[in-house]
């Protein structure tokens, strides 16, 4: 498939489940295409990094369900900070245990899970819709209620997949890009490299083969599609591309320079020559 | 006694917060936290389990900040998932950064002013409400003043031991907010209504810098001590093992 293929069965209003963490293997050549789509209205769901930033700095989202949203390196996130503090966008913020919770749920097909996460803090006070559940046995400990966070899509970005939709992970951290899939309805995968079944466990040992094919709808090849963030082991993230990125969000004028150069471009192909010839 | 500066005294009371942990998986937030982190575990607290700041278990101590060390010695896999599965299990004593604490030892990492449309935002709730109910919980604070020590958090993601009360004895059987290191002093709440005491002011600082700094009342104890200092040993092992390019002082201001 083609990032423009996915997005053109996105619909205005979808709930998007995006995997990764913070400014780590982001799907980032489908959020580029994301940007270049109408598409809007958006429910964003993300350990989030610069997807979340950027997809707000387009005017795409309407709610972001977080944990946190942070380039790592750049603790804040200065493109989501811009669209929170200007009220642009609605905040639903949990415990990063209790939106693994909630993906889990989702996959699950459970209506919510159980959790000591949120009581007593202002998770309960931000989400006045979180309800407690008591346990049924003789402890009799009242928990908080995850919801089930389900997805209308999930995108994922990989190292390694075949045609069929097995992907493989071949850093250090697998994140919840599971979960993420199987939480979702339409799942689609980007990868470095698309290899033949056969060579999947050249690289990388069979655990790293988490994601299998009846969790994915569709693979895209994307070399470098993660840029900027990284996708350890095939490269780390391009840090003097982030510090440019978070400068952006200094200024419009910074904006939308960095816009013309790197975002309003025809293609994922063009963001690639793009970012090489800087 | 050698010379020492106030980001060595902090890193020292930092691994002072880990004293006793014994077996138990630490994670420190920021660099003198993990300067404090690996030096207790390179002196009294060897069992403690750290990771690369990554997702791999060391069993021996590299450098902060990707100085150049020994070849590390992984003993484990620590992904963000199991992180989680520790996290719920209690196996874990996590050192925390505070935008603003209060007195009870409430944190907020979220956001500043109203969180609807808030004047700053912050990281978000992160693992606040899960940790500080399941583990111990710490704080790092590198700049202590009235903005961050502060009469009423805007925004509770750590929960404070008055919230921890509140919930009653089931909820808050795990609840402990250990200690709170800023770059003036240590503090914790083993008072009676815990409400936040010095323990110790770093060498230097007097007792009206610290209540000047706090936007609450401290509690003060008759016998307050000096933070200790670095032995020798310590001054050694961050200078040339843990430290070699002293980033951690660049945390701290003072």
Redesign the interface.
């Known amino acids: 498939m083609s990032e423009r293929e996915v997005v053109a069965e996105l619909r205005d209003g979808m709930t998007l489940g995006i995997g990764g963490w913070g400014s780590r293997r982001k799907p980032m050549s489908l959020v580029r295409e994301i940007l270049r789509s109408p598409v809007k209205d958006l429910t964003l769901v993300s350990y989030g990094g610069p997807d979340v930033g950027l997809l707000c700095a387009f005017g795409k989202v309407r709610k972001v369900v977080y944990g946190f949203v942070s380039l790592d390196s750049i603790p804040l996130e200065p493109h989501f900070r811009n669209a929170r503090q200007a009220g642009a966008i609605e905040a639903v913020e949990f415990d990063e245990g209790m939106l693994q919770w909630g993906l889990y749920a989702a996959a699950s097909r459970l209506p919510f899970l159980p959790t000591r996460a949120g009581l007593g803090s202002d998770v309960m006070k931000l989400n006045p819709g979180l309800k407690l559940v008591r346990s049924p046995y003789e402890d009799g400990e009242e928990l908080v209620a995850m919801p089930a966070l389900t997805l209308d899509v999930a995108l994922i970005h990989m190292n390694r997949a075949d045609e069929g939709g097995n992907g493989q992970c071949l850093g250090p951290d697998p994140f919840f890009d599971d979960l993420f899939c199987m939480a979702a309805r339409r799942r689609f995968m980007s990868c470095e490299q698309i290899v033949p079944t056969r060579e999947l466990l050249r690289e990388g040992s069979v655990h790293s083969l988490k994601i299998n094919r009846m969790g994915v709808d569709g693979v895209i090849e994307a070399p470098g599609g993660a840029h900027f963030t990284e996708c350890p082991p095939d490269y780390g993230r391009d840090e003097e591309f982030q510090r440019e990125y978070a400068a952006s969000a200094g200024d419009p004028d910074s904006w939308n320079a960095f816009k013309s150069r790197y975002l309003e471009l025809a293609s994922e192909k063009d963001y690639q020559e793009a970012v090489k010839r800087r | 006694m050698s010379e020492f500066t106030r980001a060595e005294a902090c890193a020292v009371a930092i691994a002072e917060t880990f004293r006793g942990d014994g077996e138990l998986l630490v994670s420190p937030i920021g660099t003198l936290p993990s300067i404090g982190a690996r030096l207790a575990k390179l002196t009294f607290e060897p069992d403690l389990l750290l990771t690369d700041g990554?997702?791999?278990l060391l069993a021996n101590v590299l450098p902060v900040g990707g100085a150049k060390g020994p070849e590390p010695i992984v003993e484990g896999?620590m992904?963000?998932?199991t992180v989680?599965d520790m996290?719920?299990a209690g196996r874990r004593h996590v050192m925390m950064g505070a935008t603003q604490i209060d007195r009870f030892g409430n944190q907020n990492i979220?956001?500043i002013g109203d969180?609807?449309?808030?004047?700053?935002?912050?990281?978000?709730?992160?693992?606040?409400?899960?940790n500080?109910?399941?583990h111990p919980t710490s704080y790092w604070v590198p700049n202590h003043s009235r903005r961050s020590f502060v009469p009423q958090v805007d925004?509770?993601?750590?929960?404070g031991y008055d919230?921890?009360a509140?919930?009653g004895p089931?909820?808050?059987r795990?609840h402990e907010i250990r200690r709170v290191v800023s770059n003036l002093g240590v503090f914790d709440f083993d008072t009676p209504d815990h409400a936040m005491r010095v323990v110790s002011l770093h060498r230097g600082v007097r007792v009206e810098d610290v209540v000047d700094a706090t936007g609450f009342e401290l509690v003060i104890p008759d016998d307050l001590s000096e933070t200790r200092a670095p032995t020798d040993e310590e001054l050694k092992l961050m200078r040339e093992v843990i430290d070699p390019d002293g980033i951690g002082s660049k945390e701290v201001r003072v």
Not at chain 2, 115 to 130: E, F, N, S, T, V
Not at chain 2, 155 to 159: A, H, K, L
């Open positions: 990554v997702a791999y896999w992904p963000y998932r989680f996290l719920w979220a956001c969180p609807k449309q808030p004047k700053a935002q912050l990281l978000g709730m992160r693992g606040g409400p899960g500080t109910l399941n925004v509770v993601t750590g929960v919230r921890a509140a919930l089931i909820a808050s795990f």
